[in-house]
């Protein structure tokens, strides 16, 4: 079946620092690949999608592209801050199952000191 | 507008009581889905409603659990004769038909003792 992995964690920057959280998957078909945020105690929040091959999302600084022939979305920030710190989750569409269902990563954490 | 509305936001249960857990979708949303985090885990579907329709709940353990989304009122979780093993972050989202843009609720922390 569909599945994410991601990187394992935690990932500890200092801030500005580059960062690169890698994500790979398998799936049948033409799968939407997301990447989720989740703040300690919060829920997740939609960070960017993309919905097709070359497409690439982004949002507040970060960045991913959906590579297909690498089967990749690898999720970039050119310049962390402290307020990054944060569980980054990884997922795609369902696409056997056509119900919208998310497959995730098991998450990555990152930890960004001053 | 508010968000996905979850309560509790944590609840405590003795092994074998039940628990319910709620979830108010965004107005607009009709379709909802539950899933489940296990402590240092990513989530995991566990079913998806539409009004007074379960769509796929090929996620849901075959014991123990129910989910329902009446036609009226919020949807519910519903797990009996809890166990330990069932101390998860229980995340609700809600969409509009035919779009992949969840919202997430913030979750309702069961913690079995």
């Known amino acids: 079946g569909d599945s994410v992995t991601q990187m394992e964690g935690p990932v500890t920057l200092s801030e500005e620092a580059f960062l690169t959280i890698n994500c790979t998957y398998t799936?049948?078909?033409?799968?939407?690949l997301f990447w989720y945020v989740q703040y300690p105690g919060e829920g997740l929040q939609l960070l960017l999608k993309?919905?097709?091959?070359?497409d690439k999302g982004s949002n507040k600084g970060f960045e991913a592209t959906y590579r297909k022939e690498t089967t990749s979305f690898h999720l970039e920030k050119g310049s962390v801050q402290v307020s990054d710190s944060a569980v980054y989750f990884c997922?795609?569409?369902?696409?056997?199952?056509?119900?919208?269902?998310?497959?995730f990563g098991q998450g990555t954490t990152l930890q960004v000191k001053p | 507008n508010a968000g996905v509305m979850q309560n509790p936001r944590h609840l405590v249960r003795r092994r074998g009581q039940e628990a319910r857990l709620r979830c108010s979708p965004m107005?607009?949303?009709?379709?909802v889905y539950w899933y489940r985090q296990l402590p240092e885990e990513g989530l995991k579907f566990m079913v998806y409603?539409?009004?007074?329709?379960?769509?796929?709940e090929s996620g849901m353990p075959k014991e123990r659990f129910s989910a329902e989304f009446p036609k009226e009122g919020p949807s519910i979780l519903r797990i009996q004769q809890v166990v330990r093993g069932d101390s998860a972050a229980y995340f609700c989202?809600?969409?509009?038909?035919?779009?992949?843009?969840?919202?997430f609720g913030s979750g309702t922390r069961l913690t079995v003792v």
């Open positions: 989202a809600s969409s509009p038909p035919g779009n992949y843009g969840y919202t």
């Open positions: 799936a049948t078909g033409y799968p939407s």
């Open positions: 993309a919905t097709k091959a070359d």
């Open positions: 997922a795609l569409s369902d696409g056997s199952s056509n119900t919208g269902k998310l497959i």
């Open positions: 107005k607009g949303h009709s379709h």
């Open positions: 409603l539409q009004k007074e329709n379960i769509i796929d």
